[in-house]
């Protein structure tokens, strides 16, 4: 049974795009988990603090990037 109503597919270009927003959220998120790990290494609290903020900002930059 064929769709007559079916959405058409994005162009080449746009796919294009939110493939270079998903990688670079993809990026993003990584950052901040290696940031994390670090932080649960660190014997400073303060930097652990510090390491664990920056996570919080690649994440939401991450959020947005998604969001496009």
């Known amino acids: 049974?064929?769709?007559n109503h079916a959405e058409?597919?994005?162009?080449?270009?746009a796919r294009?795009?939110?493939l270079d927003r998903l990688r670079r959220?993809?990026?993003q998120?990584?950052?901040?988990d290696v940031l994390e790990r670090q932080a649960g290494q660190s014997r400073s609290t303060a930097l652990a603090g510090l390491l664990r903020e920056r996570a919080a900002?690649?994440?939401r930059v991450a959020e947005r990037v998604r969001a496009g």
Do not use: Q
Request: glycine content about 4%.
């Open 1 to 3: 049974m064929t769709d």
């Open 8 to 13: 058409p597919r994005p162009s080449l270009a």
């Open 16 to 18: 294009r795009e939110r």
């Open 25 to 27: 959220a993809a990026a």
């Open 29 to 32: 998120v990584g950052t901040a």
């Open 57 to 59: 900002l690649h994440r």
